[in-house]
Every structure is written in C-alpha cells, then in structure tokens.
C-alpha cells in the first residue's frame, strides 16, 4: 500500500524562525511536490522534485526552498517563517509513468505567530 | 490566476440521490484531469481521471464527463451516500506534465 508521510501534523512556530517540513515516501517514485492549501484558494505548487537533487519552482515558491537528497526524502524549508505562512502544507508523489494520480500526505498544519 | 475553477464552494444533496460537481478550466492545453476526495486532517484522495482523448470515464458510482469545447468537466455520484460528504478538487495538467492545477474545492454534504 502506498505511503507518504509527514513529520508533523500540527506545528506551530514564531516569526522568523527556520522551519523544516519532511516528507517520506516508500513507493520509489520518482515526482514529489509540495503544496499549500487555504481556504479559497485550493491547493498551490510551492516545489516539486523530478529526480534526487532536481528541483523546479511552482506557483508560489518565495519564501520557501527545498532539499532532495535522497529518492524517498522531500524537505520544505522556510527560511524566515512569516504569519502569511500559516497554512495546511501537503506533500505527494507521483510515478514518472501512467498512472499520473498522485498520493499525498496527511498534511502539516502550520501556525506562525 | 485561477486556471481550474470550482464555482460551487459547497452543494447538500440527500442520500440516494445524484450529485453533480462541476470544473471550469481556461488553458486549451490541459490534457489530462482528474478529481480528488479529501477529508477532514486527511490529504487527499485520487477518485478518478479522465484523458482529453474521451468524454467520458466511468468508476462504480463515480463518473466524469468532459466537455472539451466547453472547458468543463463534471463528477456524477450516483447513488450518493453520507460517507461521500468530502471536499472534492478537480485538477488538471498539459501534457501529462508535474505540474497540476487544482481547482478550489467544493465540499459536499450528502444527507441521510
């Protein structure tokens, strides 16, 4: 069965500190994103990752980086954690191949005060 | 700028009846999309695609049309049931690509 997990599912933060999102899967695909969602809004590409230590922006990526470093493994850094990224954060995967259906996370609920 | 939209941030439908979601979209470019059911503290769940190459994708009581012409594809759920009261996102990509663009959600509640 697949898996994605996320380290946290609630975090809750200070202005400006450094915040670490992980994120594991055990299908060995190759695609991992993460997302943002808010009311309103639906969930935006924040980054995702085609490959180890490849990476592309998605629609909304200031503020945010992201690591690579392993197939399974794929990190969400806020450098300077800022309220307007308080936010449900989803992390998901998907094959290089057909089927394109991508499995996602439990979520982080992020809360910076 | 929102390229998939869900105008309908929430429908009520009674148990046994049909629900009818429905997703607009405006690049002519999009050629594979797909709907996801999430729950409350849950990610979201794939439910079903559809190619541009059909009108129409067929899963148990789940069934999506595509109107390519109209930029619009609807789920039929049918019958609905309580334990299909969710958040639904349709989403859509270009060539099979990474990126995906999501739609807003509509939650519905079906009624026992």
């Known amino acids: 069965d697949v898996k994605v997990t996320q380290s946290s599912r609630y975090l809750v933060k200070r202005t400006g500190e450094k915040v670490f999102l992980e994120c594991v899967q055990d299908m060995d695909h190759e695609n991992m994103f993460w997302y943002r969602q808010d009311p309103g809004l639906g969930l935006r590409l924040i980054y995702f990752?085609?490959?180890?230590?490849?990476?592309e922006k998605g629609d909304i990526p200031e503020g945010y980086s992201v690591s690579r470093e392993k197939k399974e493994r794929f990190s969400l850094i806020l450098e300077s954690a800022s309220t307007n990224q308080t936010s449900m954060y989803l992390c998901?995967?998907?094959?290089?191949?057909?089927?394109?259906?991508?499995?996602f996370g439990p979520g982080t609920r992020l809360t910076v005060t | 700028d929102q390229q998939v939209k869900q105008n309908s941030p929430s429908l009520s439908v009674q148990e046994g009846r049909i629900s009818i979601l429905n997703c607009d979209y405006t690049n002519s470019m999009f050629d594979y999309f797909l709907w996801y059911k999430k729950y409350p503290a849950e990610g979201p769940t794939f439910l079903i695609s559809?190619?541009?190459?059909?009108d129409k994708n067929e899963d148990g009581r789940f069934t999506v049309f595509l109107n390519k012409s109209a930029k619009h594809l609807s789920l039929h759920i049918v019958p609905s049931q309580p334990g299909d009261s969710a958040v639904y996102f349709c989403a859509a990509s270009a060539n099979t690509g990474n990126q995906f663009y999501f739609g807003t959600g509509t939650s519905l509640t079906v009624i026992p």
């Open positions: 559809i190619s541009s190459i059909k």
């Open positions: 998901a995967t998907k094959r290089r191949d057909p089927p394109y259906e991508q499995y």
């Open positions: 990752s085609y490959d180890v230590k490849m990476k």
